[in-house]
């Protein structure tokens, strides 16, 4: 549904900052590009995490400015809790045993699979019965977004494994 900013609902003044949270979690997240690259990391990572991370940017701006519901919230708190995730296991490869990191990286793909999964799942269900107005066009554009992005993770998992193997 559109924002309606003089809403003065506790529920969506708490889900506005909840949003402006993420929004501002979307922008700390853009340092992890720079660290990336001073890391030089596979480049197609690189790539495909600065598109991820400006779209989730994009997309924080335009969930709090434009549009408002919980469903739009709940794909923002996924990825948040995918990041925790996977900045924690930066953290903790930094410091660990390297044996121990493949393991741990293909449980953490495991769950950005489960995130793009869960999100892609929940928004054709939100499309097939949208009872509270959202916007098709955002939906359909997250939809195609979550889509890319879980077939680039799958491929990306699929590739690791086979090199892995060879290897």
Sequence with gaps: MKLDKSDMNPFTQNLRKYIFLQFVCKVVDIFDIIFLTLKRRDENVIKIHLYQHLVGLYGAFVHHNFLIGAQFTIFGFLNNLAEIFRHGFNIWTAMANKDEEQSWRLKLTNI?????????????????????????FWLIVLLLHNVFMLFFVLRHHRNANVHKIVE
């Design 112 to 136: 950005q699979i489960a995130q793009f999964a869960i999100s892609t799942i929940g928004l054709l269900l939100t499309l097939v019965n949208n009872s509270c107005g959202l916007s098709n």
